[in-house]
């Protein structure tokens, strides 16, 4: 798997883990889902993504995206 589907993949899994929390738990956590949100649009300008970071220091080869 490269960093690009790693990222893609964990972005999708905690929107859904945040909108289940939210339904579940609190309404405050709708403010992970927009956190997650507003961090895949600054990483689609920027190229610079945390979760990125942390997949290549885990090992992940590199995508088209994020090197």
């Known amino acids: 798997m490269t960093i690009d589907k790693a990222v893609l993949v964990f972005a999708g899994f905690m929107i859904l883990l945040?909108?289940?929390l939210t339904y579940y738990v609190s309404p405050w956590w709708v403010l992970l889902t927009i956190?997650?949100?507003v961090?895949?649009?600054?990483?689609?300008?920027?190229?610079?993504c945390p979760?990125?970071?942390v997949f290549k220091q885990l090992g992940l080869k590199p995508?088209?995206?994020f090197r």
Do not use: K, Y
Not at 39 to 48: V, W
């Open 51 to 53: 979760a990125a970071m």
């Open 63 to 65: 995508g088209s995206l």
């Open 18 to 20: 945040s909108l289940a």
């Open 39 to 48: 961090n895949l649009i600054q990483s689609a300008f920027t190229g610079i």
């Open 35 to 37: 956190f997650v949100g």
